[in-house]
């Protein structure tokens, strides 16, 4: 794991969906260990969804840290080093104008995220009126 990974968009695919992939499993679990898993499967809500993965990135997160810290421990010198590189080039780099080029991208972007999550929402309300007129 300490050799350095070169931008590959194949693996970007397969960990995206090895992550998504999880997420079916740890729901599973999840309802196992809170006694659900007994009714009848019910389709994933995107709440669920969001919930998993928000969980798993957490997680992640955690070990990342635990081994960025491990590796400071190792070796300081370098990790002091390494600090004062990032220090200068943030210095360097013009944060304000990558800062406000995020927010316009993602102005750009909420309206249709926030369509397609109304639309999953219906399907889901959908879904449920329908598995309710079939009992």
């Given at each position: 794991m300490?050799?350095?990974h070169?931008f590959n968009p194949g693996?970007?695919?397969d960990?995206l969906s090895?992550?998504?992939?999880?997420?079916?499993s740890?729901?599973?679990?999840w309802k196992?260990?809170n006694g659900?898993?007994?009714?009848?499967?019910?389709?994933l809500?995107?709440?669920?969804v969001?919930?998993?993965l928000?969980c798993?990135?957490?997680?992640d997160v955690?070990?990342?840290?635990q081994r960025?810290?491990?590796?400071i421990?190792?070796s300081p010198?370098t990790?002091?080093?390494?600090a004062?590189?990032?220090g200068?080039?943030l210095?360097r780099v013009?944060?304000?104008?990558?800062?406000?080029?995020?927010?316009?991208?993602?102005s750009?972007l909420?309206p249709?995220?926030?369509?397609?999550?109304?639309?999953?929402k219906?399907?889901e309300?959908?879904?449920?009126?329908?598995?309710?007129?079939?009992k």
């Amino acid at each position: 794991m300490d050799r350095v990974h070169r931008f590959n968009p194949g693996r970007t695919v397969d960990s995206l969906s090895g992550k998504i992939g999880r997420v079916g499993s740890n729901l599973k679990f999840w309802k196992a260990m809170n006694g659900t898993s007994n009714q009848p499967e019910e389709p994933l809500s995107m709440e669920d969804v969001i919930n998993v993965l928000l969980c798993n990135a957490q997680q992640d997160v955690h070990h990342r840290y635990q081994r960025c810290q491990n590796q400071i421990r190792k070796s300081p010198t370098t990790a002091v080093l390494g600090a004062v590189a990032v220090g200068y080039l943030l210095h360097r780099v013009p944060v304000r104008a990558i800062l406000v080029t995020q927010v316009r991208v993602l102005s750009a972007l909420a309206p249709p995220a926030l369509f397609l999550l109304g639309a999953v929402k219906l399907y889901e309300f959908l879904q449920r009126q329908e598995m309710a007129k079939q009992k």
